[in-house]
């Protein structure tokens, strides 16, 4: 019943912008940890950001420290992802992830494996 659903994802030029955008649908939005992640062709799924349930604590991955932004807005029951400075090296699909969780302050999780659900994913492709 879970669903997350991104979009946003497109072709930009190295240096460019995009800004992602994970709808969930099926779960109280607001007891939810929600992540970005990534993959490349050939490589392991990679953290790129999390957000706790009320927004006000998020965590990056190094490569990303700077140049993404997570946010979220409960009342829309979505995510965005918003990616500024883009490099060949950020090329990958990315997955909006999901997971419930107890306490409202608690840091957001960082693993893929701390993680219930999933969505289908939306490719970003950055060219040189």
């Known amino acids: 019943q879970v669903q997350l659903v991104e979009s946003g994802g497109g072709l930009v030029q190295a240096g460019g912008s995009l800004r992602l955008s994970c709808a969930a649908s099926?779960?109280?939005?607001?007891?939810?940890?929600m992540g970005w992640f990534r993959q490349a062709p050939g490589k392991e799924r990679e953290f790129v950001a999390s957000?706790?349930?009320?927004?006000?604590?998020?965590s990056y991955a190094d490569s990303v420290k700077g140049r993404f932004t997570m946010s979220r807005d409960n009342a829309k029951n979505s995510v965005y992802l918003q990616m500024a400075s883009l490099a060949p090296e950020d090329t990958a699909v990315y997955y909006c992830?999901?997971?419930?969780?107890?306490?409202?302050?608690?840091?957001?999780?960082?693993?893929?494996?701390?993680?219930?659900?999933w969505g289908q994913g939306t490719q970003v492709t950055v060219s040189s």
């Open positions: 992830a999901a997971q419930q969780v107890v306490l409202a302050g608690a840091v957001p999780p960082i693993s893929s494996l701390s993680y219930a659900h």
């Open positions: 099926g779960l109280t939005f607001g007891t939810y940890a």
């Open positions: 957000i706790n349930r009320s927004g006000g604590s998020t």
